[in-house]
């Protein structure tokens, strides 16, 4: 993921913008993973007919087609109606409700055979894959619904971390959606030495969607939102501009990629052609309920997760794969108040909490930053030392503290980890 500078939310994203070609060019560059400098490739991708043998939808779509691929428009379509989908809809099992949902027009060709044959070519991993994504994918996909977003979205972790809410990238990128760290606080996703939320399911889910929303609403084009995720949409406004320079029409064919990013299309339609068609592709999709697999309890206490996982007789793993975005098996409720567990033993954990004692000794406080603050300042005010403060917040030499930003002032909560 690059670096991102000046992301504002949408306040909606059906409102066709005005911002246009112009406004992306002064964007900084802000992907979700950290594709290669310098390599460029083209895909060989072709748009699908409009209707594809592998695709059996099951319900209208309707959302304004994009361009097809080979002719890209640097534009908001006319008309952004909606996807209308309901993933309540009882299909038994998750993938038939996400099918359901597709709406990005499909590309074939050359790239996505290739990528086709990469995933076919680790079947047993991509098997496992799709089962570890259980405790997740339903959530995910539900999220998509309520904004009226199409489900291929719930498919992008699948590429970025396979599913993995731990996975950390060599640019230090992490969680599920692959968020960097200077990108993680530009969404406001809080990361210190108790939580780092680019790896908790709600909170990077919120800003994943959030930057789609935005991205579709800048290009009207899901394709081009879609490597602008990977690459950002500063680096695509500058491979538009390359082609334009060089006489070439501004269509995904033409733009300078590297690799990754250059794969990014065709990996996501190889994964949505097996999902809309496992039986064709030999592949054994996981019997994932359509339901939700979690719930999630509040807590205006700190809770001990290992105590309570001795209290409930449950494994501390448990907890911990719900709840990835805790860095110790603690919940500080200064920094969270939201615990995930598995909907089928909620009942029996919310009757443990009844009995739970919270930890005598305090974890640490949190601080919030004033107009005129210094991180020094700050340090001397609450008797702790500045390289202490800077640790508990991740924060660097030359980080920027902002008013309003919680701070977690080291207190004297013992520290360990899961295995601790």
Request: proline fraction near 7%.
């Amino acid at each position: 993921m690059k670096k991102y500078n000046n992301y504002e939310k949408p306040t909606c994203w059906r409102t066709t913008t005005a911002r246009g070609l112009a406004g992306l060019m002064v964007l900084f560059s802000c992907g979700c993973t950290t594709a290669q400098e310098g390599v460029s490739a083209t895909p060989n991708i072709e748009q699908a007919p409009a209707t594809t043998a592998a695709l059996e939808p099951t319900r209208e779509v309707e959302v304004q087609p994009a361009p097809p691929i080979e002719g890209v428009e640097l534009k908001a379509p006319a008309s952004n109606k909606l996807v209308s989908v309901d993933l309540t809809r009882d299909d038994g099992e998750v993938w038939g409700a996400i099918r359901r949902g597709f709406a990005i027009p499909d590309v074939n060709g050359a790239a996505v055979k290739s990528q086709t044959n990469i995933w076919l070519r680790h079947r047993g991993s991509l098997e496992a894959m799709l089962q570890d994504s259980e405790p997740y994918i339903y959530y995910i996909a539900k999220e998509c619904e309520k904004r009226s977003l199409p489900t291929e979205l719930a498919l992008i972790p699948f590429i970025e971390s396979k599913f993995n809410p731990h996975a950390r990238s060599s640019s230090s990128a992490a969680g599920l959606w692959q968020f960097i760290p200077s990108t993680g606080q530009h969404f406001k996703l809080k990361q210190n030495e108790w939580v780092d939320e680019r790896r908790d399911l709600v909170a990077s889910t919120r800003a994943a969607l959030d930057y789609f929303t935005y991205l579709y609403e800048m290009y009207g084009d899901w394709q081009l939102a879609l490597i602008s995720f990977n690459w950002g949409e500063g680096s695509v406004a500058k491979a538009i501009q390359k082609a334009q320079d060089a006489g070439r029409e501004p269509i995904l064919r033409n733009l300078d990629l590297p690799a990754e990013t250059a794969a990014y299309v065709p990996k996501l339609q190889a994964l949505k052609n097996i999902i809309s068609a496992p039986k064709q592709y030999r592949v054994s999709l996981p019997d994932v309920p359509n339901a939700p697999y979690f719930v999630a309890i509040k807590r205006k206490s700190d809770l001990d997760l290992r105590e309570l996982a001795k209290m409930t007789g449950l494994k501390l793993e448990e907890f911990r794969q719900l709840n990835p975005g805790l860095k110790q098996p603690v919940l500080v409720a200064s920094q969270s108040q939201t615990l995930l567990v598995p909907i089928d033993k909620a009942d029996e954990i919310k009757s443990s909490l009844k009995n739970y004692k919270p930890p005598t000794r305090k974890p640490g406080r949190s601080y919030k930053v004033r107009k005129g603050d210094t991180i020094g300042g700050i340090a001397h005010k609450l008797k702790v030392s500045v390289h202490s403060l800077m640790a508990a917040n991740g924060l660097k030499k030359h980080s920027v503290l902002h008013v309003g930003m919680d701070l977690t002032v080291p207190g004297s909560a013992s520290r360990t980890d899961w295995n601790g």
